[in-house]
């Protein structure tokens, strides 16, 4: 567990209170006295500058004069249903979206970096079977991987407010395609509402480099989409994360969006979910999923720094993840069941360039393999043209293959098509449910660019807009 240290002294009252206060929540700590050991009486004054005040805590590297216990509970995440711990990395969108909720609903937490402490990413290792699961969050030392938030208010018995509001527009995602609605719904002066599953930003917000985006040279996934979400709640947009929507009903003049935490009202909706990565569908894959498996090389790339990995696709998103793990892993394996690469010449021109990366074309992946201790291995891949056999060994794999559109829980609602894409009339987000519109990744017809699906927004924010005058 993280270092934390007390510095105190018998006599002193407050000194008492913050052990009592320690020892009834069953926190670990180290109690040094001030009075036996001198170099702590310095230390203490060195934080306090020059003043020798007690108790003195050193939690994680942070420091705190005589807190009482309500910073001690912010510091150490105590709460009234007990006490929360929160293993996570700065580069991780679910532990964006974890942190966020607890902090949007008040819950005390400690966060500790995994890729500030080794032992962390060890103690994450041991609880998940070996997986790099993150968020792993212990409450009341029970670990649990990555949970959503309907089972963080589950555990920590969190209270949703009810509200009778209805919103103009109620908007389903909350990537690029729904931000931009938002925006200009707002400057409309309509009301609007982000429902997201996960964190803000989509498929964007997983993407390290975006050099094609009009305006910037190159810019981060996550900076462009932060410079979104701040424009939206500039505007009054209201954002909501971690809610999942199970479906829409419609009732006589409004609609009501159905999720794991409410219901909330709105006389328009806008779907604009975006899609999530295809997977193989071959042995070993669902079993090694967080553990040797991937698809997001923004996430979980930070795991296999200075180690060899595979990513699987010949795409501009393969390609260009590829790129990404070459600034850091020791080397790269490309492969693609075709003999040559889909992607665009300025992608495939960049990987001349990198001695780190090696390419297996016309090899079609049959299976993930494991060691005895079941631990990733390696690709086994079939050559298209001598059917020969052979495992391309890698300490990971990142695959990128197409995307599936989040429709599901959209299927007998309103028209999709077999893939699960939400048909409309050519160049138009209407949809076959009067008042209910569609933009961005999720449209059959749409370019999977975040450009083109700020275009999408604003034409679906147009659409609303002549939907709600009438």
Known sequence: MIDITMYGAEWCPDCKRAKSFLDENGVS?????????????????KINN??????????????YTNPDNAVLSRALGINENGRVVVYSADWCPDCRRAKSFLDDNKINYLAIDVD?????????????????????ILINDVPYANPDNAKLIEILKIGQESTDKTYDTIIIGGGATGLTTAIYAQRDRFTSLILEKKN??????LTERIENYPGFTSISGPDLMEKMEIQAKTYGAEIRTG??????QQTSREFEVQTKLGKFSGRSIVVAVGSTYRKLGIPGEDELIGSGVHFCATCDGAFYRDREVAVIGGGNSAIEEAIFLAGFCKKVKIIHRKPEFSASPTYTEKLETLSNIETYLNQT???FTSDASEHFQGVKARNNDSNQESVIEADGVFIFIGLIPNTAFLKGIIELDEQGFVVTPPGKVNTNLFGVFAAGDCRKGTIAQVASATGEGVVASYALKDFLKD
């Open 200 to 205: 803000i930003g989509g498929n964007a917000f």
């Open 29 to 45: 700590y180290t109690y040094v006295n001030v009075e036996i050991d001198k170099s702590a009486t310095q230390l203490v004054e």
């Open 50 to 63: 020059g003043k020798r005040i007690i108790p003195t805590f050193s939690i994680g590297g942070k420091h």
């Open 243 to 248: 809610v999942e929507v199970t479906g829409i």
């Open 365 to 367: 992946p049959i299976a």
């Open 116 to 136: 500030k402490y080794e032992w962390a990413t060890a103690k994450v290792e041991s609880i998940n079977n070996g997986k790099r699961i993150i968020p792993t």
